[in-house]
């Protein structure tokens, strides 16, 4: 059972995860990952994975054959182990409690090739839609408080299997991030009666400096402060809460505003490494003025170091006005 | 002039570093660090460097030439610049301050072989001394908060550089991680009346699960909620605020705990990259109760992916236990 254990000074929690690889050697060995070979994801080998949560797929196809478009399974390695009781426990000064909660996978194309930034925009709709529907499953479920839903893209940004997927981790706890975010949020909302993302998004559009892309409902932007170049946001332009509150077109909006950012860093840093989270509400927050879900996108081009790591704070080498120029500016 | 830009919902602060590489193709080429060839670091090539701080070397020796066994320097590319005013400015919702800070690199030895591991316990020893001297000089200026003195070693750790060397970068705010110990371990005290990093020492040396090595004044220990496999801590057995303290034998002690960890992660890692980082208390905290200065060090044998750069929690595949009994048990 893998186990969440809490830094007593700061108060940051930690999975320690025994199902996966743990001893010296297993770290010594690492790097070697084999390209090409056999692909768990690809079609025909939907038997090399734990069953389907759901998929898409013809209605006369059966679950875990071959003819689906996307498919959300559960992750065969999972950080976190769904079944079982929170188990709260002491010892002595330090807290921790069993490692619960959700680890799915969403292989997002039956292509292996495929990439967000070059899948049909139709498909990349159904994997917001498909994110859409796994959070609004997790949330009944009342153990848990946050579903991270994000992605890992290339061996860099930490991938292991090529084939295009993202992940979703349902947790027992708010994360620490996301709690930061919400208490900021809502400081700031006390202030000024006002969403301080719905300034942001207010700021940027009449300076423009910053912008990379809109459409209707979407804006993509260079934050004020980034931590990595490049670093990328993309926000509704009217107030939400929540990333699962579906309405008409958001996420076919969502999709064309993620693939032309994307299609942009892959021009101009040659098909980069990169991170993408979103962050929305907590499942116990209904919905709410002061908070304002958003996909932060992080492509990985510096490497955290030591200052990083005992700081807190990140140094970037390039000013987000230029970097906002250079994607703005970038043919696709 | 770089600037320090504040994330304005959770207030973190970033530097944006336009000194350094930025445009895109800049990260395009980079990973093709050049082995070999050209040291600026080693003896008879003082020239390349900004002249020296500090430096131990015989008296009758000259400042800048080649007869030292340590040096301090200015970073030739700063992430920081030393001269200047804060200027504190708005900018719309958004907040910053000049770039204005030390940035500095301890060159630890003459050989370019030679690591922290490796190097004669004297030598290390100095390495120590070096940076007790240098927080106690930047200390003086009343611009700065805390001096983050870290090492990366191994290029996957962020080293640009072979030759064994730490840096020291002063800031004019006191770093978002070591504001929250600072609080956290405050918290504590305050409901307690005792030291948490204390009463962590006390129960790590009755349990002994999680303990690497101890000496006369020092503990290496694995903490209970590690963020990675082999985070190792080093601390005072008895209570003390400030790394830049000094007293009978504690740079001696530290330096023989100090490598005794590192051979033991060279033995059982195979010689794996690494970060380090001094956490002490800020520059005008005084002597206290609270706070109690530490090492941590943080072996890169797994990388952050989307998970972690989202929730800011992390998970790590090895039980700390497991890692303190590799690490005790490794012959060294």
């Given at each position: 059972m893998p186990e969440l254990r809490k830094d007593p000074i700061i108060g940051r929690w930690v999975i320690i995860s025994v199902e996966r690889g743990k001893r010296p050697s297993d770290f010594i060995t690492r790097g070697q990952r084999r390209k090409g070979g056999f692909c768990p994801f690809c079609p025909g080998n939907e038997y090399t994975t734990p069953n389907e949560i759901i998929s898409f797929r013809p209605s006369d196809s059966k679950p875990n054959s071959k003819d689906w478009t996307l498919r959300v399974v559960p992750n065969k390695f999972p950080a976190l182990q769904v079944e079982g009781g929170l188990g709260r426990a002491g010892e002595g000064i330090y807290d921790m409690m069993n490692g619960i909660g959700a680890h799915e996978v969403i292989i997002e194309s039956p292509d292996h090739e495929a990439t967000m930034s070059t899948m049909p925009l139709k498909a990349l709709e159904d994997v917001m839609w498909a994110f859409h529907h796994r959070m609004g499953d997790l949330k009944k479920d009342s153990r848990f408080r946050y579903a991270l839903i994000f992605k890992n893209e290339g061996e860099v940004a930490g991938a292991t299997l090529e084939h295009t997927h993202s992940q979703l981790i349902a947790t027992p706890i708010v994360p620490s991030l996301v709690k930061e975010e919400m208490e900021g949020a809502r400081r700031y909302f006390d202030y000024k009666e006002r969403c301080i993302f719905c300034d942001i998004v207010h700021q940027e559009l009449e300076t423009?400096?910053?912008?990379v892309w809109e459409n209707r409902n979407f804006i993509a932007l260079e934050p004020y402060a980034p931590r990595v170049p490049f670093e990328t946001w993309i926000m509704p332009k009217q107030h939400e809460s929540h990333f699962d509150y579906a309405y008409e077109g958001k996420y076919a909006g969502l999709a064309e505003i993620l693939q032309q950012t994307l299609k942009r860093m892959d021009r101009i840093l040659d098909t980069p490494p990169y991170n993408f989270v979103i962050h929305t509400s907590p499942f116990n927050t209904e919905v709410n003025d002061y908070y304002h879900w958003h996909i932060e996108i992080m492509p990985k081009l510096t490497k955290p170091a030591g200052f990083e790591w005992g700081s807190g704070f990140h140094i970037n080498p390039t000013p987000p006005e230029e970097a906002a120029k250079f994607l703005r500016e970038a043919r696709v």
């Open positions: 423009g400096a910053r912008v």
